[in-house]
């Protein structure tokens, strides 16, 4: 489990995400990179990335920055 202790706001992952893309997503947004969040979780850095890119093709974005606003609930940016 990740857990953060500085969130500058609150992150929520959309309920088509599994748990596991769901931490993946909220990670990644948080900063950390695909081998950061691999060493975290315990599990390859290949399955993060899959991870990642399941979360991109579910939520229909192609960057981080684009994830992040979904998942900061502005999905409409400036």
Known sequence: MLVF????????????????EAAVAIAVVSGLAVAEVARERQTAVRTVANQLRSVYAKLGVRSRLE???ILCGSEHGP
Do not use: D, F, M, N
């Open 5 to 20: 202790s500085y969130p500058l706001v609150e992150l929520r992952a959309p309920s088509k995400l599994s748990r596991a």
């Open 67 to 69: 994830l992040a606003r």
